[in-house]
């Protein structure tokens, strides 16, 4: 074994020995060094995959997008990245490998064929999921969706809106999932983030965006330029069936969006008030309830458009009572300063609706919002619970559908929280 010479940088593995690449080697290969504090390297030796800009140790001269290597302070290299000239995610780790510009290609596609392999493992009894998911699939910056036949991909990041890097994913979805149409997915503030020129949404292949899809039996409309996310909220799917397991009675549904809880439980329930603030999301609602109406016998389900604080402040004032509500509100906490304020509002939400659950009534709730940690959202609701006078029972711990993985020690990909309690 070679001993460290103050210059190796860098470990491979060759006829099992290891063997060091040298700062002179890298620069060689024309591939930037970006240099980290110790603050940046020991998150990437926890497990981490980004560096912030504020760990960069100047200077930086690498393009926006590019393939970079990253070195700790004593020259002892961490791994290839792609870089963000304007992000304050400065770096995304691809490997812990020092690999060279024309290695990337190969790299970014065995990630892609792992993770449309995964999902064919994990993904059953559906026709839409998540296909790549960032981080988690160790692809950072880039999001692939399913919706039946039509593709949606999203570029997050300036190096997967770099053309090459497109090419390459367009030509690996071509090759995986013939005759798919595809859409890209564009976040207007995102782009504004990485400083990449304003893009429209489009149809980039096949002849149409829209489609019919099913989750669980249910079907949806989907219109790959319309609507939130990607379209539709796949990382609940799993939560959706296990909501209607428990689901009884008369239920109510706040935050419906496009109906995702309302079409499952209503297969179950008496009947269902759907709750959202925005009414073009209701009428799709409406009309994915026909399109299952036709195929399966349904409660009743009543679509209302209302504020949701508003609508329960009332409600419980007014004495109704339910045996079933859901609560699946948007992320009210978009960074670590909006924390006590989310809590405080998922603590209203969640008061009022233990205050209208009949006794043996099911509550399912949800958080998507990562910076609100599992431990204070069971603190928030323990004390909604003591606070309405109610004794509730566990029935399940959840999270996001399993084609939206979780990589440890990265736990910004591990988001979404659901709780189906039922009140004793």
């Known amino acids: 074994m070679r001993e460290y010479d103050g210059e190796a940088t860098a470990g491979r593995v060759k006829a099992g020995r290891p063997e060091f690449f040298s700062a002179r080697e890298l620069l060689a290969a024309s591939i930037p060094v ?16 980004w560096v912030y800009r504020s760990d960069l140790v100047p200077p930086v001269d690498a393009l926006a997008g590019s393939l970079v290597h990253v070195r700790d302070e004593r020259k002892r290299v961490l791994g290839s990245a792609l870089y963000s000239s304007s992000s304050q995610i400065a770096i995304r780790l691809l490997t812990s490998d020092a690999i060279g510009a024309e290695q990337l290609p190969a790299l970014l596609r065995e990630h892609m064929v792992n993770a449309i392999e995964f999902r064919r493992q994990v993904a059953h009894d559906t026709d839409s999921y998540r296909v790549i998911f960032s981080e988690a699939d160790l692809l950072p910056g880039l999001m692939l969706d399913k919706y039946n036949d039509v593709l949606t991909l999203q570029a997050l990041t300036q190096a997967f809106d770099r053309d090459d890097l497109r090419q390459l994913v367009l030509d690996c979805i071509t090759k995986h999932f013939p005759g798919a149409s595809v859409v ?11 400083q990449l020129p304003p893009r429209e949404s489009q149809l980039i292949r096949g002849e149409s965006a829209t489609t019919i899809f099913t989750l669980n039996g249910v079907q949806f409309h989907f219109d790959g330029l319309g609507g939130q996310k990607t379209g539709a909220f796949l990382d609940q799917r799993e939560n959706y069936a296990a909501a209607a397991r428990y689901a009884q009675g008369e239920a109510l549904d706040c935050f419906t969006y496009q109906g995702g809880f309302a079409l499952h439980l209503a297969r179950v329930c008496q009947s269902v008030t759907a709750v959202d603030s925005s009414r073009p999301a209701l009428e799709i609602a409406e009309q994915n309830e026909q399109l299952n109406r036709a195929a399966h016998k349904t409660g009743e389900i009543e679509w209302m458009e209302a504020n949701a604080f508003d609508l329960l402040k009332d409600y419980a004032t007014a004495g109704r009572r339910y045996d079933t ?14 924390v006590p304020t989310a809590l405080r509002g998922y603590k ?5 609706a233990l205050k209208m659950l009949r006794p043996g009534g099911v509550l399912a709730t949800c958080s998507c919002s990562f910076h609100v940690s599992e431990s204070e959202f069971f603190e928030m609701f323990g004390s909604a619970a003591a606070d309405a006078g109610r004794r509730v029972r566990i029935l399940e711990k959840r999270g996001q559908a399993a084609d939206h993985p ?18 004793i």
């Open 348 to 352: 209203e939400l969640n008061l009022r």
């Open 325 to 338: 509500v859901v609560l699946d509100p948007p992320a009210f906490a978009k960074t670590k300063r909006n």
């Open 406 to 423: 979780s990589l440890l020690n990265v736990p910004e990909t591990n988001y979404l929280k659901c709780v189906i309690l039922s009140v």
């Open 184 to 194: 890209e997915r564009v976040d207007p503030h995102i782009r504004e983030l990485e």
């Open 34 to 49: 970006i240099t980290v504090n110790h603050r940046g390297a020991a998150r990437l030796r926890a497990g981490h995959l």
